[in-house]
């Protein structure tokens, strides 16, 4: 017996618009990039395998093919959902800017630190269904998330200005390379 991998459509393009919106940012690009996946979903339904992954680790393999495929990767453009609400006591210019801090801390990840935080926080995947993904085993996917999140916790502790921050990262990446 197959599962159909679309059966619930509407879990399945919240979680790729997720995941999308977290790798290039929330708008006409994940939205496109939605509708790229779903269309080749749709194609290759045939193919899904339900011993190999869950339905929504199968769409999101898809996605990042379709991310790749676009070229939309480019280093330092990272979106997070700008769909959160403000609380009444927070100050809306400090959210503003912890969440620019914040974009620019990711971007100083590295690429694969910042493919498992989408995949994670950004289509919701468990770390089983992220390790199946990636052909990982579950605990090195649950280590290399708490090193990424240890990392990007170092970078939003430091206290600088964004700006400042990514100026010694960059000038530190220089150094490394001689």
Aim: charged fraction near 35%; hydrophobic fraction near 40%; proline fraction near 2%.
């Amino acid at each position: 017996m197959r599962r159909d991998p679309l059966a619930q459509p509407e879990e399945a393009i919240r979680r790729v618009y997720a995941y999308a919106a977290y790798r290039i940012g929330a708008g006409a690009d994940a939205e496109d990039v939605v509708s790229e996946t779903i269309e080749r979903a749709l194609r290759y339904r045939d193919s899904y395998d339900h011993r190999k992954g869950s339905p929504a680790g199968w769409l999101v393999a898809i996605a990042s093919h379709v991310i790749a495929d676009r070229g939309r990767e480019a280093a330092g453009r990272v979106g997070l959902d700008d769909a959160d609400e403000v609380s009444s006591g927070e100050d809306l210019a400090a959210r503003s800017e912890r969440r620019l801090d914040l974009r620019q801390a990711v971007a100083l990840l590295d690429e694969r630190s910042r493919h498992l935080l989408a995949l994670r926080y950004g289509a919701d995947l468990k770390a089983r269904e992220i390790a199946e993904l990636l052909e990982l085993k579950t605990n090195a996917v649950e280590v290399a998330l708490h090193r990424a999140l240890e990392r990007l916790r170092g970078l939003m502790e430091e206290g600088e200005p964004a700006g400042e921050r990514r100026g010694v990262a960059l000038a530190r990446e220089a150094d490394s390379r001689g």
